[in-house]
């Protein structure tokens, strides 16, 4: 396949797309913030640092209308991704709402407030908005939210925009011309996340500039410039899951679409303006770019970008960039069957094939329900709720068993007569090693490790139980699993450390 190259302007930043192995990867990423606020981890920038600590991402979370959505308690919501053990959530701020009949089949959306119930950054009056004036309710709001975020160790993840996807998207949005009193945004929405907007531009970068100032003050929040920049304007870059019928069975879920270079450039001049403003502001944040569906092996990171984001993300997303520096993440889930051992297996796939970040677009937060106990319908693109919850903290829990940080990703741990075992893992060699394995034919199995003594602690992925025995390994020896399933952790660690 063909990969191309995306032009640059001036002021803009480069990026370009490539087959060239990790060896020939360029990072470019280069961080020189505090140690407090969050950023990523000086010695291993695949993962972040928040006050001094490392630090992985990993939530079950609304559908981004916490804070936009005057219906939505979000202190209860905060409170509950904390009690059960999460500390990230994802939010739109306010320049694109969906409509109550729902785009994407959506029932009870978050991101679609009731008639009168949403709150934008502008004033309103008579119907319009001016987007000369910004609401001091909307910031109120907006800090009140990472205020609360910060108290409790919730990481914020700001996305600034997104696409628009649809018209009856477009006829909400306060840039739509005929929304506002200042002439500006009569044009496709197609146009709008572009330089090609006309004076529209001049408003985005002042909401840029507001935002920034306003948050500057909080440790807990990265930016993210665009939500799914691919959906308006797109390049088709290659093709996945052809053979598989069931789990991803759509047209678009086959293909690997990403944003073209009119989309870039816009994204490029976003992370610029976010620059220039913290440039004489006290604190900096990172900020994050959404680069496509399932995976994609980019030659380089966005100049100005410390994170990558993926949805729906394959475990290569992770491992085919993992020598670009800087964090891999997976903050959307959703379009695959009501069984949640799909979504946990993504979870525990993607975090132990190096990804720094995981969030699942969680339907049962809703309006009235924000501790998150709205049993989802059918319908809904997406899966979540308590006990979904339950179990993904089962993997929030076996991240913090081990150094995450000082490992490197490992695929061949273990051997076994199992021809059809897939296994996803972290090492730090010759002394621990955290495996997830799907698959798993036969009970024994032969950790590919030096001869020697160590404790092998099996986790049942589901209720978390733990079954450890100290042993002598390598050199062939086989270790006997005593948990009967096909879905399996794997911890080993040497005992004379």
């Not at 319009?128 to 004036?133: A, H, I, M, P, V």
């Not at 002042?206 to 100032?213: A, D, E, F, L, M």
Request: charged share 25%; aromatic share 12%; net charge negative.
């Amino acid at each position: 396949m063909k990969r191309f190259s995306l032009l640059s302007l001036p002021l803009l930043f480069l990026l370009i797309f490539s087959c060239k192995g990790p060896s020939e990867k360029n990072t470019g990423v280069k961080e020189v913030r505090s140690a407090e606020t969050l950023r990523l981890l000086p010695e291993n920038p695949r993962y972040l640092e928040y006050k001094g600590n490392p630090l992985i991402l990993i939530t079950s979370a609304e559908h981004y209308g916490a804070m936009v959505n005057l219906d939505f308690d979000y202190k209860l919501y905060l409170e509950t991704l904390r009690e059960e053990g999460f500390n990230y959530t994802r939010i739109f701020t306010g320049t694109y709402i969906e409509p109550v009949k729902n785009i994407f089949g959506i029932r009870k959306n978050t991101l679609a407030p009731l008639p009168g119930r949403f709150i934008a950054p502008w004033v309103k009056e008579d119907g319009k908005y001016d987007l000369d004036r910004f609401s001091s309710s909307f910031f109120e709001r907006l800090k009140g939210f990472v205020g609360e975020a910060e108290k409790l160790g919730v990481i914020v993840e700001i996305t600034l925009f997104t696409s628009i996807y649809a018209e009856n998207a477009w006829d909400l949005s306060p840039f739509n011309a005929k929304n506002n009193i200042n002439g500006v945004g009569a044009l496709p929405f197609q146009r709008v996340n572009t330089l090609y907007n006309g004076e529209l531009l001049d408003y985005q970068q002042k909401y840029i500039q507001k935002v920034v100032r306003e948050l500057n003050g909080f440790d807990n929040f990265f930016f993210e410039i665009q939500n799914e920049p691919w959906s308006d304007n797109q390049n088709l870059a290659g093709f996945v899951n052809e053979s598989d019928g069931e789990v991803h069975p759509r047209t678009w879920q086959k293909q690997v679409v990403i944003a073209n270079a009119v989309s870039t450039e816009w994204q490029a001049w976003v992370a610029s303006v976010i620059k220039k403003e913290e440039s004489v502001l006290p604190k900096s944040h990172l900020i994050a770019q959404n680069i496509c569906n399932f995976q994609y092996d980019l030659d380089q990171v966005p100049e100005g970008i410390s994170m990558i984001n993926f949805h729906y993300a394959l475990p290569g997303a992770a491992r085919m960039n993992l020598e670009l520096g800087c964090v891999i993440g997976l903050d959307e889930t959703g379009f695959m069957p009501h069984d949640e051992h799909l979504y946990l297996d993504q979870a525990w796939r993607i975090l132990l094939s190096g990804a720094g970040l995981y969030n699942n677009l969680d339907y049962s937060f809703t309006a009235g329900n924000e501790k998150g106990d709205w049993p989802i319908p059918d319908g809904n693109p997406g899966w979540g709720g308590p006990k979904f919850r339950k179990k993904l903290s089962i993997l929030v829990e076996t991240m913090e068993l081990v150094s995450y940080w000082e490992m490197e990703v490992s695929g061949d741990l273990l051997a076994s007569d199992g021809s059809a075992m897939q296994q996803y893992g972290l090492q730090k060699e010759g002394e621990v090693y955290l495996v997830f394995l799907e698959q798993v034919e036969s009970q024994e199995l032969v950790p590919l490790l030096k001869e020697g003594e160590y404790e092998a602690t099996f986790i049942n992925v589901d209720t978390g139980e733990q079954n450890s025995e100290i042993l002598e390994l390598g050199n062939g020896k086989v270790l006997h699993s005593p948990v009967n399933a096909e879905r399996m952790a794997l911890m080993i660690k040497k005992t004379d450390l």
